[in-house]
Every structure is written in C-alpha cells, then in structure tokens.
C-alpha cells in the first residue's frame, strides 16, 4: 500500500469517515481525499482533535502563518498539474478564503497543516454552527520536495 494512502486511512479512521471516502485527486506524488460522517465534534474541540491526530501521525505542525505554507501550496500545485486533471493556480490564502466562504454559509471550519518526514499533510473539517451532522473531512497527502528535512 502506497504511504499515502496509509496516511489519509489513518487521517479518515481517527474521524470515523473512512466509509464514503474517496480520492478527488491521486496520483504518485500526491492524495486528496474527501469524506463525510454523520459524527460530529463539538466545536471548541475540533482544533484539539486536529492537533491529536496530527501527532498520531509524527506530525509536526506548521503555524497557518508561516511562509511555509506557501512554499507547501507551490509544491502541491505542482504535484496536481502532474496528474491528468487540469487545475487553475492556487494561491497562498486559499485556506484563508476557504475558511471564510464555509463560515458564511454558517459552517465552522477547523484545518491544520502537518509536516511528516517525507510528506506534508492539510487536514481541513468542517461543520454547521450548531453542531448537526454531517462533518467534511478533507485531508491532502503531498509527497515534500525537501524529503531531508
């Protein structure tokens, strides 16, 4: 089994999201993979729990504002346009938009970005206001360009 895929198991499994999940985008450097589950997190635990399997996964996390995660954002365009879908250029506050555009229709998004010794991991979940279910779960697989580190 590919490392990645190991990963966003583990990542879907912690969640309780593994059933329904699938890959929006797969190829050998990196994994997207979106699920849902009708099992909520209260919210003032969701960023708790991020950091939880964060460190289940060795994980070390990168600040949402570090310039790190630019240079993430670059290597993961850049992994996608490997693949056969065709994506537009991402920008370095994508989260920041993401997060407000699901706040607005009345979600409550939590993300965090991880590095592992040769891949970084964006774990993103979201949910309504109010606690109802479902929870979105994504998490992105991006194999690093600096796998020394």
Request: proline content about 4%.
């Amino acid at each position: 089994m590919k490392k990645q895929y190991e990963i966003a198991g583990k990542v879907m499994g912690f969640f309780d999201s593994f059933k329904g999940s699938r890959p929006a985008i797969d190829n050998a450097r990196i994994l997207i993979v979106r699920s849902r589950t009708m099992k909520t997190i209260p919210i003032d635990q969701m960023e708790d729990k991020l950091l939880e399997i964060g460190n289940e996964l060795g994980g070390v996390e990168i600040p949402a504002t570090s310039d790190k995660i630019e240079e993430i954002l670059k290597s993961g365009d850049k992994h996608i346009k490997e693949s056969e879908i065709t994506a537009g250029e991402i920008d370095n506050k994508g989260f920041s938009r993401m997060k407000n555009e699901l706040e607005s229709m009345g979600l409550v998004v939590a993300y965090k970005v991880f590095e592992l010794p040769s891949f970084d991991v964006i774990i993103a979940i979201w949910e309504d206001k109010n606690n109802l279910p479902p929870l979105y779960v994504e998490v992105t697989v991006s194999e690093r360009e600096d796998k020394n580190d």
